[in-house]
């Protein structure tokens, strides 16, 4: 019963930040890589950036220079600091993390997402 908690959306003006959280529990045996992936109406998902069991961390261009992705690994915890919102950073974001439980290979596991809203 590995779960994937979301925390940190919400409604912020341009130019402003977030700090977003996402933390797993469960019978986890190890967690390899994590990331952030967003979906705004209309549009397909799409990656916003990876990190991974080791710290190298990939970013897709719109975000580069904007968003951090980190990770905690006592905490089991990942998390993207967004900088300098633009509109069309809203989206719902969701957490995502590949986990190998004492039963199973690694599976892809996702929140359940949290709403990010910037205002012009």
């Known amino acids: 019963q590995v779960q994937l908690v979301e925390s940190g959306g919400g409604l912020v003006q341009a130019g402003g930040s977030l700090r977003l959280s996402c933390a797993a529990s469960g019978s986890i045996f190890s967690i390899n890589a994590m990331g952030w992936y967003r979906q705004a109406p209309g549009k397909q998902r799409e990656l916003v950036a990876t990190?991974?069991?080791?710290?190298?961390?990939h970013y897709t261009d719109s975000v580069k220079g904007r968003f951090t992705i980190s990770r905690d690994n006592a905490k089991n915890t990942v998390y993207l600091q967004m900088n300098s919102l633009k509109p069309e950073d809203t989206a719902v974001y969701y957490c995502?993390?590949?986990?190998?439980?004492?039963?199973?290979?690694?599976?892809?596991?996702w929140g359940q997402g949290t709403q990010v809203t910037v205002s012009s």
């Open positions: 990190i991974t069991s080791g710290s190298n961390t």
């Open positions: 995502a993390a590949d986990i190998r439980t004492v039963v199973a290979i690694y599976h892809r596991y």
